[in-house]
């Protein structure tokens, strides 16, 4: 299996600017979560998903930000307009049971707003 | 009282060396921890899971205090390979959805 996987892994762009990121979680499992990491707050679970279907979005710092997952292999996180505050790096995880169980992450998409 | 505590180190370490390091957390409702490992610019992956009875996987002991609210690592005959940031995680317990992460211990095992 290729595990979990994240592009870009790294992201430039300019404030005020959208950004897409994506990720393909591990095929078969049901929990997909997106975590921001930074050296101030460490890592930070903003939202995830049970079988395509939001759960908890309580951590989206605010509406700029935006999750949607369409099918069972695919989500994206949407930042809309970025801001520098928002860099950091961003994880996807996914999960075959319960939540609490393994979350197996991506490589991350490392990004950084002018 | 933050969450989830850990000392951010770094570590310094002598190689052969035995380490040993804590993490507290606040929430007496938690259920589930884990040690979670992350390398450099890398994302974290499980290292082990923390039981009540604790639980050793080679060279790692992993121990569990409720009553002190804290768990621990320890890692024998450290290896030059087991320098990384070390995240102790546990869940939010009493029916809130969630793991929270601690901000890690950083290990450096010197040669």
């Known amino acids: 299996d290729a595990g979990v996987i994240q592009s870009p892994r790294h992201e430039v762009t300019e404030m005020g600017q959208e950004v897409t990121l994506r990720c393909k979680p591990i095929?078969?499992?049901?929990?997909l979560f997106w975590y921001r990491q930074t050296m101030m707050r460490g890592l930070e679970l903003l939202i995830y998903?049970?079988?395509?279907?939001?759960?908890?979005d309580s951590g989206m710092p605010e509406d700029r930000f935006s999750a949607k997952m369409p099918n069972a292999s695919f989500s994206t996180l949407k930042i809309q307009p970025s801001e520098p505050r928002d860099s950091a790096v961003y994880f996807c995880?996914?999960?075959?049971?319960?939540?609490?169980?393994?979350?197996?992450f991506g490589p991350g998409t490392r990004l950084l707003v002018l | 009282r933050k969450e989830v505590e850990q000392d951010p180190g770094p570590f310094n370490v002598p190689e052969g060396a035995t380490v040993a390091f804590n993490c507290t957390y606040s929430?007496?409702?938690?259920?589930?921890f884990f040690w979670y490992r992350q390398d450099c610019r890398k994302e974290p992956k499980l290292l082990m899971s923390v039981y009540s009875s604790g639980n050793e996987d080679g060279r790692f002991t992993a121990q569990l205090n409720r009553a002190s609210q804290y768990i621990s690592l320890l890692i024998r005959d450290s290896k030059l390979s087991d320098s990384a940031t070390y995240l102790c995680?546990?869940?939010?317990?009493?029916?809130?959805?969630?793991?929270?992460f601690g901000k890690g211990t950083h290990l450096i095992i010197q040669p």
């Open positions: 998903f049970n079988n395509n279907v939001p759960i908890d």
């Open positions: 995680v546990v869940n939010k317990g009493g029916g809130a959805d969630g793991l929270t």
């Open positions: 095929s078969g499992h049901d929990y």
């Open positions: 929430n007496s409702a938690s259920q589930s």
């Open positions: 995880a996914s999960s075959d049971r319960e939540w609490t169980e393994t979350q197996y």
